[in-house]
């Protein structure tokens, strides 16, 4: 009987492929943990050994003497710009300027899911003095609900030319427009309010609208890391190694930013290991229910 039932059901067998299936999706995860790690690992020992320089005469010096070219180099300094920007909103003075403006509105949405289900409790009694306790499960009386969302409708981004300056000298930054979002800082924010209903028997409620503007002002200070070549006109550049070695322009510092990437490779060496036991605990367990 224990037998038949086992067949009838799947046995051991299905149960076992589940931990299988599982084991192998942990050690998966593991094994890509693992190579996170050692790729966090490897940029921060490559950021250890770029060549500091504190002022940006001295790079251009060291330039001079070694072919205008060096593989890594890194150092630090404010940003100006010759033509700079007022921002519209802010009034700051700033090197790039993004405006956006985003819709906010309520949307009405089923959510049979989230439905909440409760049990009324009703006493009654019969004419002979007997005492009854009815129970029923009733549902919420209302499954929609009001979600609120947004959308950007409008973005506009104007950048005047701008370089780094440290006093002794100006370097300017061959940079990847990808990387222009973590050097803006939220400069203002407005909202304007719209309370309105609009189309689909009032599905959707207008709140209003949000103005941001986002700014990289003058004077802020930036840490560069890259490739260091000085041009026919003499002007100093930091680009992307050719190499495809490590380059950052951040508002931390060099030891900042070596000491995220260590945390980084730490947690993921952790992650990996916690993966990797999980893992092979469930293919030994997979592996026993699937002999039984």
Not at 24 to 37: I, V
Not at 93 to 108: C, G, M, R
Not at 188 to 207: A, N, T, V
């Amino acid at each position: 009987m224990y037998g038949q039932h086992r067949d009838g059901n799947g046995g051991g067998g299905g149960s076992g492929a589940g931990f299988l299936w599982g084991g192998l999706a942990c050690c998966c995860a593991g094994a890509g943990c693992y190579l996170a790690g050692r790729s966090y690992a490897r940029s921060a020992n490559e950021l250890r050994s770029a060549r500091r320089f504190s002022r940006i005469s001295d790079l251009s010096m060291t330039l001079a003497a070694s072919s205008a070219y060096l593989p890594l180099v890194t150092l630090s300094g404010k940003v100006g710009s010759d033509t700079s920007i007022i921002g519209e909103q802010s009034g700051q003075e700033a090197a790039i300027v993004v405006n956006d403006v985003t819709q906010i509105f309520l949307k009405k949405e089923k959510n049979r899911k989230d439905v909440k289900e409760y049990i009324v409790v009703k006493k009654t009694k019969e004419k002979d003095g007997t005492e009854h306790l009815f129970l029923k499960n009733k549902e919420n009386d209302d499954p929609e609900q009001w979600i609120r969302c947004s959308e950007e409708i409008f973005s506009k981004k104007k950048e005047a030319p701008w370089y780094l300056d440290d006093g002794t000298g100006r370097l300017e930054i061959v940079r990847d427009r990808s990387t222009d979002g973590s050097l803006l800082c939220l400069a203002s924010e407005d909202f304007e309010k719209q309370p309105r209903s609009c189309g689909c028997e009032c599905s959707i409620k207008l709140l209003g609208l949000r103005r941001t503007e986002w700014i990289l002002p003058i004077g802020d200070k930036l840490t560069v890391v890259g490739e260091a070549v000085k041009d026919e006109s003499g002007k100093i550049l930091i680009k992307r190694p050719t190499n495809g070695g490590p380059f950052h322009v951040t508002r931390n510092s060099i030891d900042k930013v070596v000491s995220n990437l260590g945390s980084d490779a730490r947690w993921c060496k952790i992650w990996a290991a916690t993966f990797a036991a999980s893992g092979a605990l469930l293919l030994g367990i997979g592996g026993y229910a699937t002999m039984c």
